[in-house]
């Protein structure tokens, strides 16, 4: 490919709305151009990314068995009805009516059309495994779309589903899939961790995440260096931080904190660590009518030492709270505490509440709490002696670096990742709501079981560059660049020497496989090279007069400090070895 036939647009400055990296770097680098909120023009050079995206995915798919069709953006509602998510997905689903006024959705994902595809043509045990996927345009409509393609509202996803005759065989598509994902991240050639994580509103009971490693990832990733133990932070097991809990050694004293109304405060006040303080939360629960209307509210307390956080898609997994809950008003906490927030505790209450403590809490002993009166706290407070046990023990909390790792080989670290792929087990969910069933060995109905696998293919363009990028620009993997070499011509329109000598390694370089741009555009050497850098293209070439009298040309890798003199003749053996490593 040579520069004046294809196209190419950088700019010098980012636009002002460009938040994080990748969306600065895609801008000025002329990978995509803004249409709307959320949506984007994907311009020559980005789609070329996107296609050695999907190229490997594609490839590793079919490796894995995978069948390939295309489902419509655009789907009936009554599919979505028929699961209901047409009402549960809320405004993030784009519903839209034909001239029929008959309503469709714009899809942010197909389990339920390719439900339907399986329940009219997988009719017989015999016909299953089988794994549909395809490569598709979806549109979610966030309520503040950001960070460019990172978070925007119309974008690629590859999405995969499996049915299966039974749960173990669903298990082993799900470890076929999960190697399969190995794979392709593997070859595109990002660092990456496949890490255990909530089924979310997908459902099922098996997921797993694959987090692209990045300073600027949303996520929080926990794992141990010393074993193969990762999960994503909502999910990641909080062991209790005490083996035991010791006798009690303080008196209960009803201690005054005038104005003390956070654990850190308290702590400081009373010269202790804040992990001897216990912090109180607040939530509710309600039993409502038909009508909608709320018939009962349960108010519960929940226990999370002063230095954790709570975890609230574990908290949303304790039974009782599974249905939903709410943080309580101030009336309900004034209501069976007797006290504003701030000094709240299990100790005195007003109104029966049920008590949750998390693991690490319920080993304590000696510890501090809100005396539910204003300006006063407890201190040397003891379970059994001063208060009962309580109502339930749970992991409610986010795990800290340091924290034991839950497999016994070591502690935890956390580091910040980009969601990119996802893998669920979904069971019987779909199939059992749509009715999908084949008939087994027996001749008898059986709902499939399924799986649904998910690869963000644009982002995952956004999330290499966020991780890949330096001061000057992009710095691609060689699977993912648009072009993998630029040959720099120095004066290409002036001197036959030097037109000759790029055309020829163009032409063979070519000839090879290997994705190959001339800058054939009479650039002055210190914009060609600033335009190559920004776009990342990670080997370069630059052929000038003076060199080819010397029989040399320079090479840089694009993580390279500098360039390396090497000889003309070899140049070409040198790339294609470069590039089989």
Known sequence: MKASQFFISTLKEAPSDAEVVSHKLMMRAGFIKRLGAGIYNYMPMGLRVIRKVEAIVREEMNRAGGVELLMPVVQPAELW???????????????????????F?????????????????????????????????????????RFGIMRGREFTMKDAYSFDRDAAGAAKTYEAMFAAYKRIFDRFGLEYRAVAADTGAIGGDLSHEFQVIAETGEDAIVYCPTSDYAAN??????????????????????????????????????????????????????ELDEAGDIVKSTVWLLLLRGDHSMNEIKVGKIEGLKAGFRFATLAEIEDHFGSKPGYLGPIGL???????????????????????????HYTGVNWGRDLPEPDLVADIRNVVEGDPSPDGQGVLAIQRGIEVGHIF????????????TFLDENGKPAFMEMGCYG???????????????????????????????????????????????????????QAAGIDVMLDDRGERPGAMFADWELIGVPHRVVISDRGLKEGKVEYQGRRDEAATSMAACGIAAELKGRLRG
């Open 350 to 376: 007003k109104k029966p509440v049920k008590v949750v403590a998390d693991r690490t809490v319920v080993n304590m002993s000696d510890w501090v709490c809100g005396a539910n009166l204003e300006d006063f």
């Open 425 to 436: 087990y979904l069971g019987t969910k779909y199939s059992k709501v749509m009715n999908a």
């Open 233 to 286: 932070i909502e999910l990641a097991e909080a062991v209790s931080l005490l083996a035991e809990r010791a006798p009690a050694a303080q008196a209960l004293v009803n201690t005054p904190t005038p104005g003390k109304a956070t654990c850190a405060d308290v702590a400081q006040l009373l010269g202790l660590p804040l992990s001897r303080t216990i912090k109180s939360l607040v939530l509710a629960t309600d």
């Open 81 to 103: 009805q028929e699961t209901g998510r047409f009402d549960k997905m809320g405004p993030e689903l784009m519903r839209v009516k034909d001239r029929h006024d008959r309503d």
């Open 105 to 145: 959705i714009i899809q942010p994902t197909s389990e339920e059309v390719v439900t339907d595809i399986a329940r009219q043509e997988l009719r017989s045990y015999k016909q299953l495994p089988k794994n549909f996927y395809h490569i598709q345009t979806k549109f979610r409509d966030e309520r503040r779309p």
């Open 455 to 509: 690869i963000g293919v644009t982002r995952i363009v956004g999330a290499a560059i966020e991780q890949n990028h330096d001061a000057r620009g992009i710095v691609w993997p060689d699977a993912l660049a648009p072009f993998t070499v630029v040959i720099c011509p120095i004066g290409y329109d002036r001197s036959a020497d030097v037109k000759a000598a790029a055309d020829a390694l163009h032409d063979e370089l």
